[in-house]
């Protein structure tokens, strides 16, 4: 309710519902999260593309709780594939998740031009709203794309696996002045 429009309106006489006036709510800005999951073969290696999925099950909840919108961007073999929003998930779970599939190169250019793109979009619509970049991958990669202009904050989930760690993720982190998560701590 705006009171004083509604007082002006009303101008001495008894109130009624013509006098009323209302104050138009802006929305609260809510964050944005742009999760980036890479599906190439050397996630399916070891279970690194499963745990992937674990931690995003997770990460979705979470935002679901918190109503913040996501969206999710797949990379693997020749290209990369939006999956998911941006919008706030109503109900996330295993049955959503399961059907993405691995297998093939790592097309992290791709995927992260995708994820660039997606979060320019949402800028222009909502520039005051936080955004957020998760990239899920084991570092198996041999390019380096620049970071997204527009993502606030940059997080690299390191899902590499086995006794020889090459560290990618960590030096991508890095470079993009984002920070650095290994899969495997985030479940212990």
Not at 42 to 47: D, E, N, Y
Not at 112 to 134: E, F, K, M, Y
């Amino acid at each position: 309710m705006a009171w004083p429009p509604t007082l002006a309106a009303k101008r001495g006489a008894a109130l009624q519902t013509q006098h009323l006036r209302f104050a138009r709510r802006q929305p609260a800005s809510r964050a944005l999260h742009c999760f980036v999951l890479d599906c190439s073969a050397s996630m399916l290696a070891r279970g690194q593309l499963a745990l992937a999925k674990g931690l995003l099950i997770a990460l979705f909840d979470r935002a679901r709780a918190e109503r913040a919108e996501v969206a999710l961007i797949a990379f693997g073999g020749a290209r990369a594939e939006w999956r998911f929003g941006p919008a706030v998930p109503r109900w996330w779970n295993e049955r959503w998740i399961e059907p993405i599939g691995g297998g093939g190169g790592t097309p992290l250019e791709a995927g992260v031009q995708r994820a660039a793109r997606l979060l320019d979009t949402a800028r222009r619509r909502d520039p005051a709203r936080a955004q957020h970049l998760w990239l899920f991958s084991d570092g198996r990669v041999t390019q380096w794309p620049a970071r997204p202009r527009h993502a606030d904050h940059v997080r690299v989930i390191d899902c590499e696996a086995g006794a020889v760690r090459v560290g990618r993720c960590e030096a991508l982190a890095q470079a993009w002045d984002g920070e650095y998560l290994d899969a495997h701590a985030l479940l212990a």
